[in-house]
């Protein structure tokens, strides 16, 4: 308590000192009760101001004018329930303020279906607010919501862009006070979809009367772009398998895990022989070489045993078409042209007959 009140002595000296030097430190060490007042106020007025209204809005302003934009998403270890999801996402500030943003929990939803539930929550990691930063997450993913997860499935499937928001609340502390202040982080991305895997290609590569020991009777490698950011490990996957409008049989690839370009994966199906036969004989697909529109929808998604219905449905709610070269891998494998109206001109009853050999 002495030494204070000596400082405050010593200075009062010194002050009471410079006056008759300069009219301006006369009228402030006169006044310097108004001074006071005056630092008091903006004390106990403009800085509580400054931190409790200033600062949020500004560290808010902040949030929303960042960018985040999601370089992939890669779903692995799929399970009936559950899989790992990782996402490496960048996000993009001016890069004027200096602050920590807490980690926090983040809910996916599709912008696009009104009632915005969640297909996934993910569990952002502290960052900072410096211009570039580059968020790797790496997590594990309950389904919380199987109907949600397979409508953004669905949509990531058919569309050629898909809006995605993610929110979640968070708090920033600004460099040099201490104090969290809660913000919201909320962004729409824009991402591109599947497309319905629109320019698959199948080439056959060996039809056989019968069937392997698989059962099945038709081989091919097939093509398969994927024009998102996404990898998905399907597992072994089945399709229905129609053409004009029948059921033909059933299409397996197996062990698919589908990454952004071109997939190459071979292709096996049991067809129904007979059916193909027909169609091949009618026209026009007679006259052009036997390239037949089949159509196919998902059926199964298994991994390891497990069915992923989140996948087997999306990839079950619409027909793609694959133009599919099969008159060429009929003659090339069992050297056979069909004609226009079927095998011995009168076709449609005698091919699978004669196909039964
Ligand atoms: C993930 O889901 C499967 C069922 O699909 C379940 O058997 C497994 O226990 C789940 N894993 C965890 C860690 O919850
Ligand atoms: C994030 O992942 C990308 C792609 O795998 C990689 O290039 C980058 O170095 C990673 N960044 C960090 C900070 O881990
Ligand atoms: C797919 O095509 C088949 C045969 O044309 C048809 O029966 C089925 O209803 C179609 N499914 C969908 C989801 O469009
Ligand atoms: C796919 O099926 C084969 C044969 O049944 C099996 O050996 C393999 O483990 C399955 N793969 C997956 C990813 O489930
Ligand atoms: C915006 C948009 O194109 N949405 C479509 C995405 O795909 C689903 C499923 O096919 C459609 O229902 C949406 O209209
Ligand atoms: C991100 C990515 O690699 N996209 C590719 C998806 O597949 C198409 C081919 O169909 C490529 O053109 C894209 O570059």
């Known amino acids: 308590m002495a030494d204070i009140d000596k400082a405050g002595v010593s200075q009062a000296e010194n002050v009471s000192n410079k006056p008759r030097r300069r009219g301006c430190l006369g009228h402030c060490a006169k006044f310097w009760w108004a001074y006071l007042i005056a630092v008091i106020v903006i004390v106990v007025i403009v800085v509580p101001v400054v931190l409790l209204v200033a600062v949020p809005k500004i560290a808010q302003q902040k949030i929303d004018d960042a960018e985040l934009s999601i370089d992939s998403i890669i779903i692995t270890d799929t399970k009936s329930q559950n899989m790992t999801m990782a996402i490496n996402s960048v996000i993009k500030t001016d890069g004027s303020v200096h602050a920590d943003i807490a980690g926090f929990d983040g809910v996916m939803y599709l912008e696009d279906v009104e009632a915005h539930t969640p297909f996934a929550t993910i569990k952002f990691p502290a960052t900072t607010a410096d211009a570039f930063q580059t968020v790797n997450i ?175 449905d999306a990839l079950g709610s619409a027909n793609q078409t694959v133009q599919i070269p099969i008159g060429a891998a009929v003659k090339a494998s069992l050297n056979v042209v069909i004609p226009c109206g079927g095998l011995g001109g009168g076709g449609k009853k005698r091919a699978p007959t004669l196909l039964s050999f």
Not at 172 to 194: E, H, Q, S
Not at 202 to 226: H, Q, R
Not at 236 to 245: A, D, K, P, R, S
Not at 307 to 312: D, G, K, V
């Open 138 to 312: 790496s997590q594990f993913l309950p389904v919380e919501n199987m109907e949600a997860l397979t409508t953004f499935n669905t949509w990531l499937l058919a569309n050629e862009t898909l809006r995605v928001t993610v929110l979640g609340d968070t708090t920033v502390r600004v460099k040099g006070i201490a104090r969290d202040y809660p913000v919201t982080f909320k962004k729409t991305v824009t991402m591109p979809g599947l497309r319905m895997l629109d320019g698959t290609v199948v080439k056959p590569t060996s039809i056989s009367l019968e069937g392997d020991k698989n059962g099945n009777n038709f081989l091919a490698d097939t093509e398969i772009p994927n024009t998102s950011h996404f990898t998905f490990d399907l597992g072994n996957v089945t399709f229905y398998t129609y053409v004009l409008g029948k059921d033909v049989g059933t299409t397996y690839i197996d062990n698919l895990v589908l990454r952004p370009g071109i997939n190459k994966y071979k292709m096996r199906a049991t067809i129904d022989n007979g059916a193909i036969i027909d169609v091949l004989g009618q026209k026009p697909y007679c006259e052009q070489g036997g390239v037949l529109p089949f159509q196919i929808r998902g059926k199964s998604s298994v991994n390891h045993g497990q069915p992923l219905s989140y996948f087997a």
